[in-house]
């Protein structure tokens, strides 16, 4: 079946449409990537499963490889929209740090405090009892200020690498790279390719620095996109004739879920990231030309507020349903593994939902405008 085709909207409608599209299945993506099943502490007991081979490359499927594309995606569609349709300028430049203002920083700090005071009231007396496991803390400034850049717990001897909302380590890094693009856009003007080859391939050998903010993978990809909108690549006709790489992807997929104890596994991974990527706009973009799909708006909004909220609460959901549910077997816990973030993300759909209709300007502030 051939993707070659007369579309019947433009090719940037169907390219804005289908990143319109995708937010909400990404991110999707990211709420199983930490929907980790495989070992947790709870009520001061660490408990760890022994299931068949077939239950763990299920969790590897659905949690490590086909979710893995979200993050890479998701920089390189900033790098792309950073870029698209811009001479970039100083003053340019200072625009988009200030528009960076609104929907990066303000989102970032606020989301970050609202973890430090759910974190806070955690450590209340009267709460010893319902979080047992929780490390102590002392509360000073350094560890306020870690909590919006790299929290640590004091009996830990490393940090999370992350702030203390942790998803958010995808703004940090963000905000960091957005801060070098006259940098990334001289590199890409004056050496081009060759950069994104540099960058790829110091990415695909696991080249790698311990810098919090600044991280090698986002580069690459977020570099990736803004090649694509500097060199004013048309992205669709190459989805177009890229209809057989979702198979391979599929493929390769399956042969990452099944290696992951394997030395040589990061290797097999890499490139199904890479696939994948191809593999989803050229899926979306295929069924939305065909009026197959179309994008839902408000999911598509709800996206950064699930973003935000779901890594605040979903550790404890799923502690709960432990208690209540006491999973004996693998297809229980297969079980749990599943209704925790669907249910996660419905709670975080339905409050978004709400404060959009009853109080805008909060649910606008904690979006960053979107």
Known sequence: MSLIHKSKITDEELLSKTISYLRFPLIVGVVFIHNDISTFTLQGIKHEFNNPDWYYYIIAFFSQVLPRISVP???FISGFLFFYHTDFTLETYKQKLKGRIKTLLIPYLLWN???FLLLSIKHLPMFESVFPSISKIDYNLSTFFNCFWDFRFPDTETTMGSPINYPFWFIRDLMVT???TPVIYWLIRYIKIGYILILCICWYCGYHWNISGLNLSVI???????????S??????IFRKSYFIPFIYIIISIADAVTKEESYNHYIHDIGILLGILSAFTIVSYFIDKGKIRVNKFLSDSSFFIFAMHGLFMGEFMKVLFIILHPQSPYMLLFIYFLVPAITI?????IYGGLKKYCPQVAKILTGGR
């Open 113 to 115: 405090f609202i973890g």
């Open 73 to 75: 995606l998701f920089f």
């Open 346 to 350: 419905l709670i975080c759909i339905g």
């Open 178 to 180: 957005v801060l070098l």
């Open 232 to 237: 004013h690549i048309n992205l669709l006709p």
């Open 220 to 230: 690459f990809f977020f570099s990736l996109g803004a090649y694509v909108s500097i």
